[in-house]
């Protein structure tokens, strides 16, 4: 085991094309070729992270928020971030962070708060435009299925909460084979139509090259005949937030309450009550406050998030609630589902949690 397949891992469940352009996932620090000696995930790698990787024998740490987030132009110990960077060089501890491509998952840091809240029917509160793109290749008839089930098997074709979509159409296809060619079917130098199936799927961008690869090895052709093309449809299980619904409606004093119990507040900042039952629910872990416009459209009660600014909470307009939990209250659960997916993956291998609150944020009473 080494830190590159723990780096690949994760990549194959957030990659890192999901990430937003301002961010920095991915391997920080360290070398991809070291043997790993353990994992400790966390939410940020700030010095007292580092040192417990050190004191706990775990030479990789797997953190939500990226240490180095700008540029760094010194290394001198002056802040934290560079007191990190020291640290986990000095000792060899690999740094992988893995951001907005786990917030852009459905299934990721708001699929955990989705989970503490009990919200059924989520979908992506904003879906991420620009990722998808469709395969069109044409095959003999008589190959078409051991071609599509593995284009399937690769990846393509999931719309949403189906699986295996796709369009077949048949047709007649025409080649002259020249010379040095080694044709399948047809002769050299004699014009050659063969009865063909169209076949088209959809899939992720970042899947291009596992597609094309399942293409070509399924395929009887010398030269295969295809097409990609980029998709303006946004992925549907991709993006920014999340919505949902309660199972059952409550009063907004009830779901201010299930806040503070599920997320161990001592405060929530929040816009005026609306004095309407509250049912559809949106939120987005960490700053958020960019989504209150689609969280308006999607005619939500509530919008849970953090970091909102004092102006920002005039745009509930009276609508609906936003609810302000913080940073870090908000995506504390995303430790617990790095250490999960990583012991699903690496079962004989340590997986901790770090035991070190790293919420800048204090309040007094």
């Known amino acids: 085991m080494n830190i590159g397949q723990v780096a690949r891992y994760l990549e194959t469940l957030a990659p890192a094309v999901l990430q937003e352009s301002y961010d920095n996932a991915g391997l920080l620090t360290g070398d991809p070729s070291w043997p790993c000696s353990g994992i400790l995930c966390a939410l940020d790698a700030t010095p007292q992270v580092v040192e417990e990787a050190i004191h706990r024998g775990a030479n990789c740490i ?68 620009g990722l998808l793109m469709k395969l069109f290749c044409f095959v003999p008839v008589a190959h078409l299925e051991k071609l599509r089930s593995a284009i399937f098997e690769a990846g393509a074709g999931h719309i949403g909460n189906y699986s ?56 009887p052709y010398e030269e295969i005949a295809y097409d990609v093309v980029s998709l303006a449809n946004p992925v549907p299980d991709i993006g920014s937030g999340l919505v949902g619904e309660l199972p059952h409606s409550m009063t907004e004093a009830a779901f201010l309450e299930l806040l503070k119990s599920q997320f161990g ?78 012991q699903q993956k690496f079962h004989n291998f340590a997986v901790l949690k770090t035991g070190a609150i790293t919420n800048p944020i204090n309040y007094y009473f």
């Open 164 to 219: 295996d979509c796709g369009f077949v159409a048949d047709g007649t296809g025409s080649f002259k084979a020249g010379e040095g060619a080694d044709p399948f079917v047809g002769e050299i130098g004699k014009l050659h139509e063969e009865k063909e199936s169209r076949f088209e799927a959809v899939f992720p961008s970042y899947l291009l090259n596992a597609v094309l690869n399942a293409m070509r090895e399924n395929h």
């Open 62 to 129: 797997v953190a939500h928020h990226p240490i180095i987030f700008g540029g760094l132009k010194k290394i001198t110990g002056k802040n934290y971030v560079e007191k990190s960077v020291i640290l986990a060089i000095r000792h060899d501890i690999a740094i992988y962070a893995i951001h907005t491509n786990l917030d852009n998952l459905l299934s990721g840091v708001n699929g955990r708060i989705a989970d503490r809240l009990g919200l059924i029917n989520r979908k992506v509160l904003s879906p991420k435009p």
């Open 265 to 342: 507040l001592k405060v929530v900042r929040h816009t005026a009550l609306t004095g309407k039952p509250v049912r559809k629910v949106a939120l987005c872990g960490g700053a958020g406050s960019f989504l209150i416009s689609n969280a308006l459209r999607a005619n939500v009660d509530f919008f849970v998030t953090a970091d909102v600014k004092y102006h920002e909470f005039f745009d509930a307009n009276g609508q609906m609630v936003i609810a302000d939990i913080g940073h870090y209250e908000s995506e504390q659960f995303t430790i617990d589902l790095l250490q999960q997916v990583l």
